[in-house]
């Protein structure tokens, strides 16, 4: 059995030493790498050799990669390097681990063309300038296949646990059992519909209801095929904290019922929440988990490996048992787990790291995507900019003196920009050519003071610069799927100020090219339909398998009744709040237990619920607030209890709305008091407009499909198990129109 493993990651866990530093940045965008890669090649010789494939062995070890370039007339094996600021900032270990690949690579092109010697060289592309730094060195093959030798040796007590590890693992996943008697009606139809999509390489779309078990009905299939579809990770990615907490129970029962299942699952968090001293830089003259974070490592990265269930709490105490950093050991473990359960930016940002290691390392993975319905919203943000003139403004003042003058003029193009805009809210045909260059002016400016200020790496200041390189490299992608827009405000006197927006409206380009670089995605989720809008937004391949689950429950179980009596319009809110109370407070006398009432804003939640309040001091009123954190959330649902009896107030799409469960009697009920349209507003009446030019039904793609998506979900808490019972009023005359009710889940029988 031979382990496979690339130059670059082979190098990154042999040659690495000393502190983490993150000084030297934000490096280069992929894209604006590959640019830099271009031009370098393009000033070589005709007989330049670009992206040359090299491979060779080592005992079990085969090691593979590509170098960037080999020059046959200089007999010159080239490593190109982007970087942007000044390269005498660059840390020493960072050159270390660049000459340890290029020295590698040169043994591989030796091997491969029979060469007695070579010269080794790293080149450096400055982004901006666009000027190169040449390091070379002539080096004898003869000292360079000791060197190959000295890496692969080293690398190899790793590789050969890792052997171990994956064999064992899919041993154990080949005889894994369901850890329940039986599957749910309509789990097994979808945990079949997964596994046939990973063994055809398919992407697959599955509607199935809420309450059927979706999460181990997908991670399970997908660990029967890692065998026989020779996977190397599973990617369980998720819009919510509560999605990995349920992919993460999921692993402790498969745990349970299979003690000799050994699966390595980790649990990726943000930065914020994983960080220890976050009032500290990261390098090793501001944080002590930084200083000396690669001699520490590898004690740290053995001892994680040998723990099957690395979630937030325990890769901490693994971490700091070792004093290493818990942040950047768990993006260390995530070349090492079998499941990794992530937020959906860990694989679909721009700088995905889960995307752009499965790639350097050619990994075959297969990635399940959970309530895929919130994946339309969320990759808009991902690949979308927006800047505050504001918060320019407060910079100038502050700014050190090397940065006011690109500041100045940044702010002087801004203002040329908005001068002649009299509507408080306007959008442009094209992108702002002249904001643009002066942004890029600016941002090379400040990247150069902060290589040499490193300690000004923080607060106002680093936030607008890296808003700004967001706004630059989503402006290099702009077209017929964005909008530019530009929100202007009044200050005091004559003085006016803006916000500039890159609106991503259709994010199929860049989620196109993630889903089909998997062996499979699956994405899933109880509300998925009209198919059209996921497939055309999301950007779905034309071979992509559909199934919709079969619901378990039965129409008598929940009733389901249109309150069309009543608008909940805007213009009618006033009438409408006595006539809703009433409603809640009739229903609520006829079976006494916990309801929940979505409302489309917070403002009409706390008109209804005083009302409420007034009316019927004596029923349990919980009210959902403006910006809980996850403690006050927690709280909030912990009020529901199997002998409670109240209402809770909740604005729909909002934390309540969806990805919570309250079986049982700690939920019988739910009253929707709203269509959940998204708000009228410029900004959506402009991206009404343009998905009418694009699909040709701008109304339905802005405001129909995914109001009554927030609805089916919000409903989707009454009904949790097929013991449970419950009702659905959902209040608008709106929800009488056929075209409305023909996107509400087959299984209800509406009244």
């Known amino acids: 059995?031979?382990?496979?493993?690339?130059?670059?990651?082979?190098?990154?866990?042999?040659?690495?030493?000393?502190?983490?530093?993150?000084?030297?940045?934000?490096?280069?965008?992929?894209?604006?790498?590959?640019?830099?890669?271009?031009?370098?090649?393009?000033?070589?010789?005709?007989?330049?050799?670009?992206?040359?494939?090299?491979?060779?062995?080592?005992?079990?070890?085969?090691?593979?990669?590509?170098?960037?370039?080999?020059?046959?007339?200089?007999?010159?094996?080239?490593?190109v390097k982007t970087y942007r600021g000044d390269l005498d900032a660059q840390p020493a270990n960072h050159r270390q681990l660049h000459w340890a690949q290029v020295k590698v690579y040169g043994w591989l092109m030796c091997q491969k063309l029979g060469l007695a010697e070579i010269n080794l060289a790293l080149v450096y592309f400055d982004i901006v300038g666009e000027g190169e730094t040449?390091?070379?060195?002539?080096?004898?093959?003869?000292?360079?296949?000791?060197?190959?030798?000295?890496?692969?040796?080293?690398?190899?007590?790793?590789?050969?646990?890792?052997?171990?590890?994956?064999?064992?693992?899919?041993?154990?996943?080949?005889?894994?059992?369901?850890?329940?008697?039986?599957?749910?009606?309509?789990?097994?139809?979808?945990?079949?519909?997964?596994?046939?999509?990973?063994?055809?390489?398919?992407?697959?779309?599955?509607q199935a209801p809420t309450g059927i078990g979706?999460?181990?009905?997908?991670?399970?299939?997908?660990?029967?095929?890692?065998?026989?579809?020779?996977?190397?990770?599973?990617?369980?990615?998720?819009?919510?904290?509560?999605?990995r907490k349920l992919a993460l129970d999921a692993a402790q029962v498969l745990y349970a019922n299979n003690p000799y299942l050994s699966l390595r699952v980790l649990e990726l968090v943000a930065r914020d929440k994983a960080c220890e001293h976050l009032d500290k830089a990261c390098h090793g003259d501001s944080c002590p988990l930084a200083k000396g974070f690669y001699d520490r490592l590898p004690a740290a990265r053995i001892a994680a490996s040998q723990l099957r269930l690395l979630d937030q709490r325990t890769?901490?105490?693994?971490?700091?048992?070792?004093?290493?950093?818990?942040?950047?050991?768990?993006?260390?473990?995530?070349r090492w787990a079998d499941l990794v359960v992530a937020d959906y930016n860990y694989y679909f940002d721009f700088g995905a790291m889960l995307f752009g290691l499965a790639q350097l390392n050619q990994w075959r993975a297969a990635v399940l995507v959970d309530e895929a319905h919130n994946l339309v919203e969320r990759a808009r943000s991902m690949y979308s900019a927006s800047l505050d003139q504001y918060n320019l403004k407060t910079l100038r003042?502050?700014?050190?003196?090397?940065?006011?003058?690109?500041?100045?003029?940044?702010?002087?193009?801004?203002?040329?920009?908005?001068?002649?805009?009299?509507?408080?809210?306007?959008?442009?045909?094209?992108?702002?050519?002249?904001?643009?260059?002066?942004?890029?002016?600016?941002?090379?400016?400040?990247?150069?003071?902060?290589?040499?200020?490193?300690?000004?790496?923080?607060?106002?200041?680093?936030?607008?610069?890296?808003?700004?390189?967001?706004?630059?490299?989503?402006?290099?992608?702009?077209?017929?799927?964005?909008?530019?827009?530009?929100?202007?405000?009044?200050?005091?006197?004559?003085?006016?100020?803006?916000?500039?927006?890159?609106?991503?409206?259709?994010?199929?380009?860049?989620?196109?090219?993630?889903?089909?670089?998997?062996?499979?995605?699956?994405?899933?989720?109880?509300?998925l339909s009209p198919r059209h809008y996921y497939a055309d937004l999301l950007g779905l391949p034309t071979d992509t398998a559909w199934v919709d689950?079969?619901?378990?429950?039965?129409?008598?179980?929940?009733?389901?009744?249109?309150?069309?009596?009543i608008s909940t319009r805007f213009a009618h809110r006033q009438a409408s709040l006595d006539p809703i109370v009433e409603l809640i407070a009739q229903q609520f006398a006829q079976q006494p237990g916990n309801y929940l009432a979505f409302f489309s804003s917070f403002d009409y939640l706390q008109q209804v619920a005083q009302l409420f309040a007034e009316k019927h001091p004596h029923i349990a009123l919980w009210q959902q607030s403006r910006g809980m954190v996850e403690a006050e959330r927690q709280a909030f649902l912990d009020q529901f209890?199997?002998?409670?009896?109240?209402?809770?107030?909740?604005?729909?799409?909002?934390?309540?709305?969806?990805?919570?469960?309250?079986?049982?009697?700690?939920?019988?009920?739910?009253?929707?008091?709203?269509?959940g349209l998204p708000q009228l507003n410029p900004v959506n009446e402009q991206m009404k407009q343009r998905m009418g030019t694009i699909f040709g039904a701008g109304y339905d793609y802005t405001y129909l499909y995914p109001g009554i998506q927030k609805v089916v979900q919000a409903a989707g808490r009454v009904i949790r198990s097929q013991q449970d019972k419950g009702v659905v009023m959902l209040i608008d005359d709106r929800f009488g129109e056929a075209r409305v009710r023909q996107l509400l889940p087959n299984w209800w029988a509406v009244t």
């Open 641 to 675: 209890t199997q002998h409670s009896q109240g209402i809770g107030f909740a604005v729909l799409g909002g934390a309540f709305g969806e990805g919570i469960d309250l079986p049982g009697s700690r939920l019988i009920g739910a009253f929707i008091a709203t269509l």
């Open 214 to 243: 979706k999460t181990i009905g997908t991670i399970f299939p997908l660990l029967k095929a890692l065998a026989p579809q020779q996977l190397d990770k599973v990617f369980f990615l998720t819009a919510k904290t509560p999605g």
């Open 397 to 527: 003042d502050t700014a050190p003196e090397p940065l006011k003058k690109p500041l100045q003029r940044l702010n002087r193009e801004w203002n040329a920009l908005h001068k002649d805009q009299i509507a408080p809210y306007q959008a442009y045909a094209a992108r702002p050519e002249k904001l643009l260059q002066a942004l890029s002016l600016c941002t090379s400016a400040m990247g150069e003071y902060f290589n040499e200020h490193p300690e000004a790496l923080s607060g106002d200041l680093q936030t607008f610069y890296f808003d700004a390189l967001q706004f630059a490299k989503v402006a290099e992608l702009f077209n017929e799927h964005f909008i530019f827009d530009i929100r202007k405000r009044q200050l005091s006197g004559k003085r006016s100020s803006s916000t500039l927006c890159l609106r991503n409206v259709v994010p199929a380009e860049f989620i196109r090219p993630r889903l089909t670089a998997a062996r499979s995605s699956v994405l899933f989720s109880a509300t």
């Open 1 to 79: 059995m031979s382990y496979t493993v690339a130059v670059r990651a082979m190098c990154e866990f042999t040659a690495k030493v000393g502190d983490l530093d993150l000084r030297f940045t934000p490096s280069p965008s992929a894209q604006e790498g590959i640019v830099g890669h271009r031009t370098v090649a393009s000033r070589r010789s005709q007989h330049y050799q670009n992206e040359v494939a090299l491979e060779g062995e080592y005992l079990q070890l085969k090691v593979r990669g590509r170098a960037d370039g080999y020059d046959p007339d200089a007999n010159r094996l080239e490593e």
């Open 549 to 565: 689950v079969e619901s378990p429950f039965k129409a008598e179980q929940l009733h389901v009744r249109v309150v069309d009596e």
């Open 134 to 206: 040449l390091l070379s060195q002539h080096f004898q093959a003869a000292e360079l296949e000791p060197f190959f030798i000295q890496q692969c040796a080293l690398f190899l007590g790793w590789a050969q646990r890792e052997m171990q590890h994956r064999e064992s693992r899919n041993s154990a996943a080949q005889t894994l059992a369901f850890p329940h008697a039986d599957f749910r009606t309509g789990q097994r139809i979808l945990a079949e519909s997964v596994y046939k999509a990973v063994s055809t390489g398919r992407c697959l779309m599955a």
């Open 315 to 334: 890769l901490r105490e693994v971490a700091l048992t070792h004093d290493v950093c818990p942040y950047y050991l768990s993006q260390e473990m995530a």
